[in-house]
């Protein structure tokens, strides 16, 4: 089983663990510190491979459903979760916007907070998928750009160290899925067409 961290993440992991070594003869107690961060660092940024568990609409993050009704999902990804996103459909990326904000708990009004906003036109009509940022997430990574066609599962972006994901249904989509629900991005069926 092969191991992978999120594309730009290797800084991060890379400055603790250098500190670790730079450290070490002046505090073992601090080197064991930096290692512990370093190890938090590698679980954070991991990048799993996932498979989809059948047809439909997937999930673009990992978590917990916090509001779900007929066209939107809100996901809360905690600091556990793995922060990858990927695009819940086929589709070519109509537009990408990103809008400043504060940086609040992100179940909590959670627009309010910096955002980005991806617009996917898919097969039966466009959807939206927004990355927020939360408390101690300061960075939405958006990998994607208008124009750029996207296939169902693949990797958009991640945001930091705890954030949220809300993303509408497009037309001719039933949310499957409901409050409380735990989640996995490019894994969990989060909406079927309708027959």
């Given at each position: 089983?092969?191991?992978?961290?999120?594309?730009?993440?290797?800084?991060?992991?890379?400055?603790?663990?250098?500190?670790?070594?730079?450290?070490?003869?002046?505090?073992?107690?601090?080197?064991?510190?930096?290692?512990?961060?370093?190890?938090?660092?590698?679980?954070?940024?991991?990048?799993?491979?996932?498979?989809?568990?059948?047809?439909?609409?997937?999930?673009?993050?990992?978590?917990?459903?916090?509001?779900?009704?007929?066209?939107?999902?809100?996901?809360?990804?905690?600091?556990?979760?793995?922060?990858?996103?990927?695009?819940?459909?086929?589709?070519?990326?109509?537009?990408?916007?990103?809008?400043?904000?504060?940086?609040?708990?992100?179940?909590?009004?959670p627009l309010r907070n910096a955002h980005s906003i991806i617009e996917i036109e898919g097969e039966t009509g466009r959807f939206t998928l927004k990355q927020i940022s939360g408390m101690a997430a300061r960075r939405v990574v958006c990998w994607v750009s208008p124009g750029e066609r996207l296939k169902r599962g693949q990797r958009i972006g991640m945001i930091r160290f705890g954030s949220g994901v809300i993303v509408t249904a497009p037309p001719g989509y039933r949310i499957t899925v409901h409050k409380g629900s735990h989640v996995r991005a490019g894994q969990t069926v989060i909406a079927e067409l309708r027959e």
């Amino acid at each position: 089983m092969s191991f992978r961290l999120a594309p730009g993440s290797l800084p991060w992991v890379a400055i603790p663990f250098a500190a670790s070594i730079l450290v070490y003869p002046l505090s073992i107690a601090l080197s064991l510190i930096f290692l512990l961060v370093t190890a938090f660092m590698i679980h954070f940024h991991r990048d799993p491979e996932r498979f989809p568990e059948g047809e439909g609409m997937l999930s673009p993050a990992d978590g917990r459903i916090v509001e779900a009704d007929e066209r939107h999902i809100y996901i809360f990804m905690g600091p556990m979760d793995v922060h990858v996103n990927r695009s819940p459909l086929d589709g070519v990326v109509r537009s990408v916007e990103f809008r400043e904000g504060d940086h609040s708990p992100a179940f909590r009004n959670p627009l309010r907070n910096a955002h980005s906003i991806i617009e996917i036109e898919g097969e039966t009509g466009r959807f939206t998928l927004k990355q927020i940022s939360g408390m101690a997430a300061r960075r939405v990574v958006c990998w994607v750009s208008p124009g750029e066609r996207l296939k169902r599962g693949q990797r958009i972006g991640m945001i930091r160290f705890g954030s949220g994901v809300i993303v509408t249904a497009p037309p001719g989509y039933r949310i499957t899925v409901h409050k409380g629900s735990h989640v996995r991005a490019g894994q969990t069926v989060i909406a079927e067409l309708r027959e």
